[in-house]
């Protein structure tokens, strides 16, 4: 007889620490939203633990030994594409370099760990207050649906392109870098008064909003830390807002797999100015959850797969001469 689905979310801890695991696996227990987790101590016991325990969630620790995060994440997308699996990384470079190649490769989101060789009780208990947050919203970002995207435009691509991804501080950054490495326009981490140019993509840094002005004959970057909206700071309202007040009926908004309603709005102003509203379809989407909602308003102009999104926005940006901005 098959397992009945669990009614509460049951996340499934991937952790060498033993001390990580088992903070985790308390902070879990003790909330009711949640069933009680089960551990692994490297990927491939948690690969082996799986379809027994059919989790909800894999909250997944980045380095590991005999199998690690990465490696980890690529078994688990081969057999559950849309899985949300939760990283977890120390606050180095290396740590954060390698978080970004998970998120680019389908992790749906990440969780920093403290900064210490034993971790203290109030650095445990941040962590798993954090964790949980995350895994009872799943408000996720997938940068990997980015990385299908930008390297599919021509460097001589007529309209900039505006980008928010909900990252923190340095993250941003190094996905700028890797989408610059195997794309042909420029991708840059936005910066205030950074001008908008055609064949340019610019990334709203972690824990700022980025919005677009209007300066004399130039458009410009305006950076802001004015509190979080959707619960995320850049928030894709805030951006979405400025390019319907400054490009009007020339811009194109792209919204992408995602939890939450973030964008809702944003595109709800972008449909009055004239604006036009690109959405990633359900099949293709880790989460639809910001699609979704743009879509069940009836906000959505087209709703595209994936992997023809990007010949898409291409169509619409050639053929209809009046786009001037493409909005992520």
Same mark, same amino acid.
């Given at each position: 007889?098959?397992? +009945?689905? #669990?009614?509460?979310?049951?996340? %499934?801890? /991937?952790?060498?620490?033993? =001390? ?5 696996? *308390? !902070? ?46 690529? +078994?688990? #997308?081969?057999?559950?594409?849309? %899985?949300? /699996?939760?990283?977890?990384? =120390? ?5 954060? *370099? !390698? ?230």
């Amino acid at each position: 007889m098959p397992l +009945a689905r #669990r009614p509460r979310p049951g996340p %499934l801890i /991937v952790d060498d620490s033993a =001390v990580i695991r088992r903070a985790l696996t *308390a !902070a879990f227990s003790a909330e009711p939203l949640f069933d009680v987790v089960a551990s692994a101590s490297n990927g491939r016991i948690a690969l082996m633990k799986m379809p027994l325990l059919r989790p909800d969630v894999v909250v997944l620790d980045v380095e590991m030994p005999e199998l690690d995060g990465i490696q980890t994440l690529a +078994a688990i #997308r081969q057999t559950h594409p849309r %899985l949300p /699996v939760i990283m977890l990384n =120390v606050p180095t470079p290396q740590g954060a *370099a !390698a978080t970004v190649d998970a998120l680019l490769h389908g992790a749906t989101d990440h969780v920093m760990k403290p900064d210490m060789a034993v971790p203290s009780d109030d650095a445990l208990k941040l962590l798993g207050d954090e964790l949980l947050a995350k895994v009872a919203v799943w408000c996720p970002a997938d940068p990997g649906a980015l990385m299908d995207l930008i390297p599919g435009f021509a460097n001589d691509f007529p309209v900039p392109i505006v980008i928010v991804q909900h990252m923190p501080p340095k993250f941003t950054k190094l996905l700028a870098e890797r989408l610059a490495a195997r794309s042909r326009i420029a991708v840059v981490e936005g910066q205030l008064s950074d001008a908008l140019v055609p064949g340019g993509a610019q990334i709203a840094p972690g824990d700022f909003h980025m919005a677009v002005a209007r300066d004399g004959e130039a458009v410009r970057l305006v950076t802001h830390r004015q509190p979080p909206e959707n619960s995320c700071r850049p928030a894709v309202d805030v951006l979405f807002r400025s390019v319907a007040e400054v490009y009007g009926s020339h811009v194109l908004a792209v919204v992408m797999t995602g939890m939450g309603r973030d964008g809702l709005r944003g595109c709800a102003e972008i449909q009055v100015a004239g604006g036009q509203i690109l959405v990633q379809d359900e099949a293709s989407s880790v989460v639809w959850g910001m699609p979704g909602f743009v879509t069940r308003a009836g906000l959505a102009d087209k709703v595209v797969p994936l992997d023809q999104l990007g010949a898409e926005i291409i169509g619409r940006v050639y053929s209809h001469v009046r786009t001037a901005c493409v909005a992520v």
